[in-house]
């Protein structure tokens, strides 16, 4: 019986330690995704400024949730980005 309850203690205390890590894990990447500026539009609105988006950018932005690399630093160019941001 003492066994039992010895192995049930460490396991709860590693799903522990492991929950304790994800946590700072998850909030080190929500900082990470904050901080890269993704173009954020100036209104406060929480919406992205699409206003330098090529038509192929806001259809893989609506469709699969991806941001062109260069939305941190929209520039004022009309071309397609040079490589392919994300896909399938």
Known sequence: MNMKLTAVMVIVGILLVVS????FQVNGL???IS???A?????GNGA?????WTA???MNYEMH????ARAG???ASTGSSGGMVGGC
């Open 20 to 23: 304790i890590v994800q946590t």
């Open 30 to 32: 929500k900082n990470k």
């Open 35 to 37: 901080a890269t500026g």
């Open 39 to 43: 173009a954020i539009a100036g209104a």
């Open 48 to 52: 992205l400024d699409m206003s330098g």
């Open 56 to 58: 192929n950018e806001i």
């Open 65 to 68: 949730g991806t941001i062109p």
């Open 73 to 75: 630093s929209i520039s």
